[in-house]
């Protein structure tokens, strides 16, 4: 016990010191997400059998958050993961196995593919569940997706919740079309607009608040950021999956995963994915990019072909600027005119990226980005009143 007393003492020191070298910073100042606060929740676990949702983003001070449990004597039995596994290097939408984690020894439970929630089994020993994961407050993004039937698990078997909260890089924006239920997916499960604009810790809150999930009797507590504000402009300390390597992908991704639903690369096999777009028939575009296989992206679109597209920001600050704090479908809308199979350019995937089919309907019948916007505000303006009723840090 003296050990384990001590080796706290040195470590929260260490963790003050080492803030400006690991701790992610915003404009406003240095951000320290939930999981730095350990005063706060080491308590609640002391005696209890722990389950983590983690992956590679769940550190302190670059130390991933289940090997600093152990060295503290908490007693972890399970690590669930999402989409891209614990140590967050799996392709997107690839199937990641059950297994065992070499470096702590413990069972890594997949949350992803056909098995997306917790089984009663999975459950039965455990006393208390951890979430922590670097979201990047996109609803297509599938972080929060897990995190909704990880609830729905929990409030199944009578076992706590607690979230260690992180920032949203893009917590200063709302924006998008809000998705139409008739298509909800994995890619989108609520009534939200694409980019939302709150933190995983607030949007628990709203799916219970809302009764947006069943069951809803959640026992969730969130241990919240400091430092943080929506106004902060957040870097990212871990990248949060494999092609979203830099800020200037993070700030490009809700416009650019559009794409997705479409023929055209994203530059997925590129060092420059989601910060770029192409496709060998695309016209009237000088830039050119060739996907090859590489970590992360073992088989992109259009691998080994010359894509003509555009490449939109190589850094942070002129992707920022580009989007505007907006939803940019500017992009979308010159690469379908210039496309010359057009009626292959949507697949049925694009519709449930969009949350909706009339996006591709306005693209299609020629309607400006302007009037496309126009077209989301009331329902946008819905939101942010339900939004606001769960917001836990200053906007």
Not at 142 to 165: F, N, Q, R, V
Not at 188 to 214: C, D, F, H, K, R
Not at 232 to 241: A, G, K, T
């Amino acid at each position: 016990m003296l050990t384990r007393i001590l080796f706290l003492i040195v470590f929260l020191t260490l963790t003050t010191s080492c803030l400006a070298q690991n701790a992610g910073t915003s404009s406003s100042g240095k951000v320290l997400p939930g999981a730095y606060h350990m005063e706060e929740y080491l308590p609640i676990l002391k005696g209890k059998k722990v389950a983590l949702m983690v992956n590679q983003t769940a550190e302190v001070n670059g130390i991933l958050l289940p090997d600093t449990l152990l060295r503290l004597g908490v007693n972890l039995v399970r690590i669930f993961s999402p989409e891209h596994g614990f140590r967050g290097k799996a392709d997107a939408g690839a199937a990641v196995q059950n297994s065992e984690d070499p470096i702590t020894g413990l069972p890594v439970i997949s949350l992803y593919g056909n098995h997306k929630k917790p089984t009663a089994a999975q459950l039965k020993d455990v006393d208390i569940m951890i979430y922590d994961l670097q979201d990047v407050g996109v609803r297509f993004y599938t972080y929060i997706s897990s995190l909704e039937y990880l609830m729905e698990a929990c409030a199944s078997e009578g076992i706590p919740l607690l979230i260690l909260d992180r920032p949203n890089p893009l917590g200063f924006i709302v924006d998008g079309p809000v998705l139409d239920r008739n298509f909800s997916s994995f890619v989108g499960m609520q009534p939200i607009p694409v980019i939302y604009g709150m933190t995983p810790g607030e949007y628990a809150n709203m799916l219970i608040g809302e009764q947006w999930i069943s069951p809803s009797n959640v026992d969730l507590s969130v241990i919240k950021c400091s430092g943080y504000t929506h106004s902060s402009l957040y870097n990212l300390p871990v990248p949060p999956s494999p092609n979203l390597k830099t800020m200037a992908a993070v700030y490009l991704y809700p416009s650019l995963c559009f794409f997705e639903g479409t023929p055209v690369s994203v530059g997925r096999g590129t060092t420059l994915p989601f910060q770029q777009f192409g496709h060998p028939l695309l016209k009237n575009y000088t830039y050119q990019f060739t996907p090859k296989s590489m970590s992360g992206s073992t088989n992109p679109p259009l691998k080994g072909q010359v894509c003509q597209g555009l490449l939109i920001a190589e850094h942070a600050e002129d992707a920022l600027k580009l989007i505007d704090g907006k939803l940019q479908l500017g992009w979308l809308i010159d690469a379908y005119k210039n496309f010359p199979e057009k009626d292959q350019f949507f697949t049925t995937f694009f519709e449930k990226l969009a949350g909706t089919d009339l996006l591709r309907k306005q693209i299609v019948k020629g309607l400006s980005e302007k009037e496309i916007r126009t077209s989301w505000e009331p329902a946008l303006q819905a939101f942010r009143l339900i939004r606001s009723k769960y917001l836990l840090y200053e906007e």
